[in-house]
């Protein structure tokens, strides 16, 4: 665990480090919620042992125990931070992933190419308030660097077909924003989270450390 100071306060990483690490994915949470989320902590739990370290940052205002996310800004200003944290300590190897969930892929989608990264992993893109499409955020999908969008078939902030028709998706059926399905769904939770983990470790493999960018 690392304490990352920001202008907002201190935001908090927690880093499950890889044996033999072949990149590092910076995952930050969502405008509701923390870092133990299911997806993140599906994430943190399986990446490792395939060679991905991941860190899960924690922004200040949930390290405080507000309730409520601060403004979209102070957001980026803190994923800046976490950046810098992990390097000063060492703690990254290999190409930079920078995403998170919702807000988080938000943040990430907008941070990117200033931060140095090399793609972002968009869980659970909130490309629209709920109700609302007209208030497309599909502007911040262009982030300049490759970007894999994990999300929801019955995502109400944005299903699958609401997307940019150039947009890489991995759709995860039957699932909603928070990616929970029903009991009565075809598929399982854990078999839900399977697709998650798997479609990242794909999309990694083949874009990120088979691209040649290194």
């Known amino acids: 665990m690392i304490t990352v100071e920001t202008p907002y306060g201190p935001g908090r990483l927690v880093v499950a480090q890889a044996k033999n690490p072949i990149g590092t994915l910076l995952l930050s949470h969502g405008a509701g919620n923390g870092i133990d989320t299911r997806d993140l902590e599906a994430l943190a739990a ?85 109700g609302k499409p007209e208030k497309s955020r599909k502007d911040e999908l262009a982030a300049g660097v490759p970007v894999l969008v994990v999300q929801g078939a019955n995502d109400p902030m944005g299903r699958p077909d609401d997307f940019p028709e150039r947009t890489e998706i991995a759709v995860v059926p039957f699932a909603d924003h928070g990616f929970k399905v029903a009991a009565r769904a075809p598929i399982t939770q854990t078999e839900a989270l399977d697709l998650i983990v798997e479609a990242t470790l794909e999309w990694l493999v083949r874009e990120i450390v088979g691209s040649g960018r290194e």
């Open 46 to 130: 399986s990446l490792p042992g395939e060679g991905f370290a991941v860190a899960r940052f924690e922004q200040p205002w949930r390290v405080a125990g507000r309730k409520v996310a601060t403004a979209p800004a102070t957001l980026d200003v803190g994923l800046k931070a976490a950046v810098a944290s992990l390097v000063s300590t060492a703690s990254t190897s290999g190409p930079l992933i920078v995403g998170g969930r919702s807000a988080g892929a938000r943040s990430a989608c907008r941070s990117a190419r200033e931060l140095g990264a090399r793609g972002v992993l968009a869980l659970a893109f909130p490309l629209h308030p709920p």
